[in-house]
């Protein structure tokens, strides 16, 4: 997300966020201290919104004139609606959906009679101690792999929510970077430990976990900003994998794996928005 405008002015701020979103602009509003802030939700919005907000400035009776008519008499003619995939783009950005999809597709493969080829194709290596450098695809295709419905909706809820929120602030080719380095590391590490036969997308979810609590510590109004209690449940689930108790097969050494990287992806994006709001 962007931030657009900020002003002690409500009415303004009101008649500007009606006026955006009038015009498809996907925007939401904050509240920081006497201001109010209007941000950006997609950042590919954000110069076209600009471009809007200068108009509001520079005719704002006759655009709040024919926004009031939009808002008061809206027809199916005139009031196009937002399809799906511009619904779902509100909320999570392509890759983020793109990614989902095809997890659900290779999900429902596993469930069919091609499920062993599926399997062979996408697990990271055939052998306990045989690194694939010939198929590099395997240190990432891991994280296809579900094996439940439990599985796949865990999953899947938190790379949505996490991911989504991430790709929209950030953009996509944050999200695929992070994507790739705690997919990669995260399947590295628990093939180390345990052999080949695994999945899922849980240490890239743990991942951007870290990666969420480092960019938005202490910062309750960014939107990666995870209360604490949320925070103490992922935890204590890691630590329950480890523990036995579960009724499930937990790849413990990939959601730590993953969760580390995360972290340290997330020190280097602040050290680098560091370095250049020093520059």
């Known amino acids: 997300m962007k931030k657009l405008l900020a002003s002690k002015h409500h009415d303004q701020v009101r008649a500007a966020y009606e006026f955006l979103t009038s015009q498809g602009v996907p925007v939401t509003v904050s509240e920081k201290g006497e201001q109010l802030e209007i941000w950006v939700i997609q950042a590919s919005y954000f ?44 909320f999570a950005g392509p890759f983020t959906l793109v990614y989902a999809a095809l997890v659900i597709l290779v999900f429902i493969g596993l469930n069919t009679p091609a499920s062993e080829t599926i399997r062979d194709y996408l697990h990271i290596s055939d052998y306990w101690n ?21 599985h796949i909706v865990f999953n899947l809820v938190w790379w949505v929510y996490l991911g989504g929120r991430f790709e929209n602030l950030y953009g996509s080719t944050w999200l695929v970077l992070a994507w790739l380095s705690c997919a990669v590391i995260s399947n590295v590490a628990q093939f180390i430990a345990a052999g080949p036969f695994f999945g899922g997308l849980s240490g890239v979810v743990y991942g951007l976990f870290g990666l969420a609590v480092v960019l938005a510590w202490q910062n309750p109004r960014h939107p990666l900003y995870l209360p604490p209690g949320l925070i103490a449940f992922m935890l204590i689930w890691l630590a329950l994998g480890y523990s036995g108790l579960l009724w499930v097969n937990i790849a413990n050494t990939a959601h730590t794996a993953g969760l580390l990287s995360g972290l340290g992806f997330g020190l280097i994006m602040r050290f680098t928005a560091w370095q250049r709001a020093r520059s």
Do not use: G, I
């Open 130 to 150: 045989e690194w694939p450098w010939s198929q590099p695809w395997r240190f990432v295709t891991p994280a296809l792999l579900h094996f439940s419905a439990v």
């Open 47 to 90: 110069a076209h919104a600009k471009a809007l907000l200068q108009e509001f400035k520079d005719n704002p009776e006759t655009v709040q004139a024919n926004t009031a008519n939009t808002f008061t008499a809206p027809t199916a003619s005139a009031t196009p609606k937002a399809n799906l995939w511009e619904r779902l783009r509100v």
